[in-house]
Structures are given as C-alpha cells and as structure tokens.
C-alpha cells in the first residue's frame, strides 16, 4: 500500500504532463464508437485525446505506451457506503448513519468522507474511480451525497459534486432504528409522513424566503437542504426494496414534482412497467445481496435484466454493508447480473456510462470519448469473468495502481 | 392435476436429461460428458454409471461398459464434478425468512454450551436449503454459531429429506463435530454485559477449563470400567455429563473440533491448546492463515476458509486476502473452502474457490478444497467427495467450466435422485432467487 501511495505522490507531481497510449485487443468505449477491437487510446494532460484503431492515428514518440487485452472506461459505483462507513466497523470509523433524528437532511457526506480509508485503496484496486457516496439507511431522509473520485488524500482533492443528490430511506430499516426504541416511525405510514412533512415545510421555505426579506426568516439547515430537492436542483434518491415502497417512492415523487432517483429496487422486476412508465433511473442494490431482511427476500439475480429489458436505465451500485464484508465490488454484482441475462455490455454499462447519466457526471466521466477525462482500468481477461485481474488503473491520466506479481 | 401435467410435458420436452421418476432401480448412464473426478485426472469424453444411489462405473466412454437395462442420457457439452460439501454452514438453522422467530444458531445465555445440538434446530424446510442445492452443494456440515467459546455440536447433513433424520449422514452415534470459537465473537457477545469472555484471555481459559473437566470425567469413567464387577459391586458409575460427554468425545479424537478463528494469534491458541490436550481440529475462516500458514501445517491442523468480497466488517477480518487459499495450499495445509452461509452464498459456493483460483490456488487444490477435503474435515472421504466406484452418486452436471462466471449449475443430484433442475421453473427461482413470488415473475423476451 506505501508503494501505490508513494506512486500517486510522485504522479501527482508530474499531475496533466504525462502522455499515454493504451493498446487494448479490445476496448469496450461505453461511447458510440462501441467495442473496437485493437483499439489504442491517445491521453495527454490527464484527457482523452483520441480514441480509435490502432495506427488510426500516429503514436508520437515521447507517448508511454501500454498493451493490454481488455480495457473499459474506470467504473462508477453510484451508491457507496465507503468512506463514511470504515474497514474496521468500529465505532471510531462509522460515520454513516446518525440515528438521533429521523430526518437529517443538513448532513453532508463531504464532512465525514475518509478518503484514507483501506476500502477505498480496495476499490481502486478492483477499478473503482468513481463513487457516489451518502448518508446510510437508517433515516428516513439521511442527508446530502457526494461525489468523489477514489484516489487522493483530501476531501477537497477528490471531490467532483457536493451535494450531488438527497438520500431518503423507506422500509425496513429507518423502522428499526427508531421504531424499537419506541419513536417514530415505527411503521412505513410514519416514514412517508415524516417525508411529506419535511418536503412541504421546504416547499413554504422556499417561498417565504423569496417572499421575505431574508433578515426577517431565519436560515434553516435542514429546510435549506430540502429546498433544493423540492426546486429539482438535486435529485430525490429514494432507498426501497418491497414494490409497495417502490411504489411510494414513486407516489412522493410525483406529489412534489421531484428529480426522482429509485435506489435499492429489489422487488422492482415485480413493477417494472410501473417504473418504465414513469421513466426514473434506477440504482440497483448488490445483485448478490443477503437476504437477512424481509424486504430483501424476493431479491434476483434476474432484476437487473428484467429491469434493462424493458428500457428502464439502471447502475448497479454497492450499497450498504453492515457487517462482513464491508462493501460490494460492482464489478462482481454487475458479473452475476450478465451472468443471469443482462448482456455483457449492459453489465458493463451499468456500471460506467449509465451511472455517469443518472448522476450528471456523463459530460467527464463514463465513456472512452475525446475530452473526457482519462480514468481507464485495464484487465488481463474478460473484464467481468470471475479469474480475471485488474492490472492497472488510471485517474486523470495518471497511473495510480499497478498488480503486482 | 394440470400442473403436474404441465411439469410433465416441460421435463419430456426440456429435461431430456432428468431421470424419470420410478427410475432408481435401474442403472442411469450419463454419457459423453467431461467429468471431474477429483481423485483421478479428469475424463475428457466419460461415462458416468450410477445405479442403487451408488456410482456403479466411470471412465471414458470408449472403455465403460453400460448395463443393457441402463437408462442412457446424454450430457455432451457438458461437465460433471461431485456434489459440493460445505464444510461450514448454517443452512436450516437460520431459515428464511431471516426473523428472530426462526434465528437458532446461537445460545447466548452462556458461553459454555457443549450439550447443545445443531440437529435439533435444523429446519428441513429451509428454503436456503433448496436454493444450497442450486449451487450445487450436496452435503454440509451444519453448525451452531460463533457467539460462544463453545457453540456446540454440529451435524453433518445431506440436503435432501423431510426430517433431520433423513438428512443425517450418521444415523446414530457422533453425528457431527463441536463447534468452538476465539476472538471478537464471543467477546462481543458476553463483555459489554459485564460476563466471562470480555478478553481473548478468558475465552482460551473457559476452553482450557472444559477439556480439563472432561479429562478427569474421562478418568472417572475409565477408573469406573476398569474396575471388576465384584468391585463394583454397592459402588454407583460417577453421574453422567452431558456436557463434557462431546468433550471426552474430542479427547478420544472421535468427534472433530471446528474451530471459528481470524487473527494470526488466535490460530496460534487454538494450535497452543491442540498440542496441550490433543485433539482433531479444522481451524474455521482462518482471515489470516497466510500469516502462519507453516505453523498451522506443522500443528497438523487443517483450515476451512471463507471467501468475501472485500475485507472488514469486523476488526479480525480486515486483513482477508483471497491469496490466503494458495498460501495455505503452498505449505500443505489441507485446504476447504466454505461459505458461512448465510455469510455468503450457497448459490455462489463455486464462484468462492473461483476467486483463490485467481489470487494464485491451484486448480486442482480449489476443486479439491470443494470436495474431497470438506469430506476428509468430516471423516466422511470414503463415501462422499469424488466420483469413484462405489461412492454415493452425489454429482452436480454444469453448463460451462466450473470456474466462469458464465456456469450454471444445471442439475444436482443426491445418492442417484435429481434434487435439483434448472430446466424447471420452479427450481430455477430458487437459483436466480424469487422463489416466493413465482406466479408474478416477469418472463424476459429471449434477447436479440
């Protein structure tokens, strides 16, 4: 781990001034260009200068050149619990869930995000870039996500969006936390009305302080914070497993208007046409899941495909972990997803240019494309298959892991 | 009446392979298939003869002499290895659905709880059980859980029965091994209520007082039987233990120790108590074997791994690393790989091996550490863990090699039964999962 870290010291210094060439036998571009077999990539100053065939174009001679067999844009995992929720599960490294209030919209991911933590050096490792991580499970509205990419050492070094979307929980779990110690909500009827109370009271905010001289209306944390969900300037992130939450989910957000984001969606293949019709991107959960709650119970291996199937846009993301282990590698979810019908560029997709899509990052990040910014994971096989490795991964251009051995 | 008429029509027109029922009597021969037999080199184009629940024959198709009233099938393309044995699980002991209603698998009201039995809390009608079998796992060793120094006694099961009678691979006697543990587990459990364990010190010790208790138990009983009749005469037997009963068991190494332990210093206890008192054990999880991969082999010890998706969740499983299967291999540790389930998935029990295949086990020690070494963790290599003459016709036949992510697991049989189909749809939601809602689940247009 010194190594990689002395690594990305040095690359920081030379940061923008190296110039690459990835040689793949194949390149999967998540772009329009699609897969191209013997592809080579052109990257100067930490972009994407060109991507095409090989001898497409003159590789000049100070260019580094590297040849592999596989390579794919570097994945993004749109919901991740690294980072807040550490490797060693103790209290000292859990800052996730804050249970002392059932709505905590104030919080910010960006002011509890460890970008030192070992899970995150394991997720580069596994071609992890990009992650989108945000307050737990526990509360019914948890706080605001963020952005971030997986290499450097402060917040501030790698965050890309803040806040980047609004986390609210349905379902069991917001149920647990307060229910058994006899507060509310102790049923899903509290968990939505405790939703719809907040969003309305964000919503007279939002006028009174545009009708009010702002002197005369103190500033709310947590209005403030839900007042940009309810003007659409962040998406609506909406956690639920059952297909009735899912349904609730959909309910609230067409009540407030919002820019809804279906999070979990476990039992979504059970009311797919439902979420197809009102057209909301979906982040899935771990498609190899537990089943260690009734919510979870009805999970497939199937739902990312049946999801995909009837032109719903999905990312598979890795959730949250409570206990060993403590993260999901998206690969290895998006892996058992292909495995169980999704096609192999849909797995790959939900993990790279869809994510990208749904979280608004698509401009920068997602796909091989001129422009974009060069995070590129390089595979010695299938990218997905279970013997294969990572053998190196770029950020910004730059060579941040290389395997050894 | 038209369900079953249904069924009947899908195995005749899909299920060319399945064995018609009423067909055990009879020889089945599965033909033209690449078969793993795990003890001998692998059978590029074999024949696999089963007949009474017992393999009958195997070899390569040119060479095996097929009964005349066999039943022929033919599995070209396909492959057939042995049921999978899961050497640690907690199938039907933590039943679906996952509510405190049906958690059995840890008695916390003590940390000494060898009279305990798994058998009696194992739920045969477990869906996971059901959904082990479309992972291709045929036998396990059921085990009560961790939050005790000693968890108690574990059963080693078949999945296939009504009862635990049927499952049971002993039918009397000792019918499984003794669950212990060290490290945060029982700590975690006992500590902050103010009990015994709240340190690593006083798990060992809690250890080492039960094995004493049960060596002076054991003298009493010797001394006892050793005397003559005449003697005994007025004198009562000493009273009978149930709890040092197993223990004395251990002692006399007919009843293994499965020893729940992650961080290098545990194993070492654990290895520290074995040369103390002597005893047969399987070291369980074993996080960080790599660290002491030499001295467990020296210890004579064997290891059951389990393989996550990344480390942490706990302290003493932050330093997982999936090189652990090849380490331990590498300084002959005989080697199983488990899933802990509901840890890890009993769906995925190949796609465990596969991922120490790639952080550098071999081949052939992962098929191995899927099969035959479970079976010799729970002394049972002579019937089950390899395809040989006359072992049980536990097998499971796979769409692809056993270490893609493309394999299915298409079928898996018990003793010569079929106890799973991937060609009919019920049994197939229990391999993708959403077995309970199987009248809604959605049909997928066949892709372009």
């Known amino acids: ?405 | 009446m038209k369900i079953f008429y249904l069924l009947y029509l899908l195995i005749l027109m899909l299920g060319l392979m399945s064995i018609p029922a009423g067909a055990q009597d009879q020889p089945v021969a599965f033909k033209g298939v690449k078969i793993y037999p795990i003890t001998s080199d692998v059978i590029e184009n074999g024949t696999l003869v089963i007949h009474n629940g017992k393999i009958s024959a195997i070899g390569d198709s040119n060479e095996v002499q097929i009964p005349d009233m066999a039943v022929i099938i033919d599995v070209s393309g396909k492959i057939i290895m042995p049921g999978l044995v899961d050497s640690h699980s907690h199938l039907g002991i933590y039943p679906l659905p996952p509510v405190e209603a049906n958690s059995d698998g840890n008695e916390m009201t003590g940390p000494v709880q060898s009279h305990l039995r798994a058998l009696d809390a194992i739920n045969p009608a477990d869906p996971g059980i059901r959904s082990a079998l479309t992972g291709g796992i045929t036998t396990a060793n059921i085990m009560p859980g961790s939050g005790n120094v000693v968890g108690g006694q574990t059963a080693y099961v078949k999945l296939k029965g009504k009862s635990i009678e049927e499952m049971l691979i002993h039918k009397q006697g000792i019918q499984g091994g003794m669950k212990m543990a060290n490290g945060e587990n029982p700590k975690r459990v006992y500590g902050p209520k103010g009990q015994s364990p709240s340190t690593r010190m006083a798990i060992a010790a809690l250890q080492r007082i039960l094995f004493i208790q049960a060596r002076e138990y054991k003298a009493k009983w010797d001394q006892y039987n050793n005397t003559s009749r005449e003697e005994k005469t007025g004198i009562p037997p000493p009273a009978y233990n149930l709890e040092l009963e197993p223990i004395v068991e251990v002692l006399e190494r007919k009843r293994t120790i499965h020893f729940h332990t992650h961080r290098a210093d545990d194993i070492m206890t654990i290895l520290r108590l074995k040369k103390e008192f002597g005893f047969d054990l399987v070291l369980h999880h074993v996080t960080e074997g790599y660290k002491v991969a030499e001295e467990i082999a020296k210890a004579g010890a064997s290891a059951s791994i389990i393989t996550i998706d990344s480390p942490g969740g706990k302290h003493e499983a932050a330093r997982f690393d999936l090189r652990n299967g090849g380490i331990l291999e590498k300084a002959g540790v005989l080697v199983a790989i488990h899933t802990d389930y509901p840890i890890w998935d009993s769906r995925l029990f190949l796609r465990s091996a596969a991922l120490m295949v790639r952080e550098g086990m071999s081949e052939k020690g992962a098929l191995e550490a899927l099969t035959i070494n479970p079976a010799k963790m729970m002394q049972l290599e002579n019937r089950i863990g390899s395809l040989e003459i006359g072992k049980d016709a536990d097998f499971i036949v796979l769409s692809g090699h056993p270490f893609s992510v493309k394999t299915h697991v298409l079928q898996t049989y018990i003793e010569g039964e079929p106890v799973f189909d991937r060609n009919l749809t019920q049994d197939e939601r229990y391999a993708t999962g959403g077995y309970e809602v199987s009248e809604d689940y959605p049909i997928m247009e066949a892709n372009p």
Not at chain 1, 17 to 26: F, G, L
Not at chain 1, 302 to 326: M, R
Request: aromatic letters at 8%; one cysteine or more.
């Open chain 1, 1 to 405: 781990m010194k190594n990689i870290l002395s690594i990305l010291m040095v690359l920081i210094t030379f940061a923008m001034s190296q110039k690459i060439t990835i040689i793949a036998d194949k390149l999967y571009t998540m772009s329009n260009q699609g897969n191209i077999p013997n592809a080579q990539i052109l990257i100067n100053g930490g972009k994407i200068e060109k991507v095409g065939e090989v001898n497409s174009t003159q590789i000049p001679h100070d260019y580094k050149i590297y040849k592999t067999r596989y390579a794919t844009p570097g994945f993004i995992d749109a919901h991740a619990s690294i980072g807040l929720s550490g490797i060693f599960n103790v209290r000292g490294d859990q800052d996730l869930n804050e249970t002392t209030n059932p709505n905590t919209a104030d919080l910010r991911a960006i002011d509890g995000y460890n970008p030192d933590d070992e899970l995150v050096l394991y997720a580069l490792k596994n071609g992890i870039t990009t992650m989108q991580v945000g307050p737990g499970p526990t509360n019914p509205i948890a706080g605001q996500a963020a952005i971030f990419k997986t290499c450097g050492k402060t917040v501030e070094e790698v965050i890309l969006k803040s806040p980047s979307g609004m986390i609210f929980n349905l379902g069991e779990y917001p149920k647990w936390t307060y229910g058994e110690n006899g507060k509310t909500p102790q049923t899903r009827m509290a968990t939505a009305a405790i939703i719809r109370k907040a969003l309305q009271e964000a919503k007279e905010y939002t006028i009174q302080r545009k009708t009010q001289n702002s002197e005369n209306y103190s500033y709310d944390t947590k209005k403030a914070a839900l007042a940009m969900v309810v003007n659409r300037e962040i998406p609506a992130i909406f956690s639920c497993h059952r297909s009735d939450d899912i349904m609730t989910a959909l309910r609230i957000g067409r009540e407030f208007g919002l820019s809804l984001i279906l999070d979990s969606v476990t039992e979504g293949y059970l009311v797919r046409d439902k979420i197809k019709k009102e057209n909301v991107p979906v982040l899935l959960a771990p498609t190899m899941q537990r089943l260690d709650r009734i919510e979870t119970q009805n999970s497939s291996y199937e739902n990312p495909a049946l999801l995909w199937d009837v032109g719903i846009q999905i990312a598979i993301t890795s959730g949250y972990e409570s206990y060993v282990p403590k993260t999901r590698i998206i690969s290895f979810e998006a892996g058992i997803a292909m495995a169980n019908k999704l096609p192999e560029e849909e797995a790959l997709r939900a993990i790279t240019i869809n994510p990208a899509r749904i979280m608004g990052i698509d401009d920068r990040l997602g796909s091989i494309e001129t422009g974009k910014e060069a995070d590129i994971v390089l595979f010695d096989g299938e990218p997905l298959e279970y013997l294969t490795h990572v053998t190196h991964v770029f950020v910004n251009g730059q060579l941040v892991y290389e395997r050894e051995d």
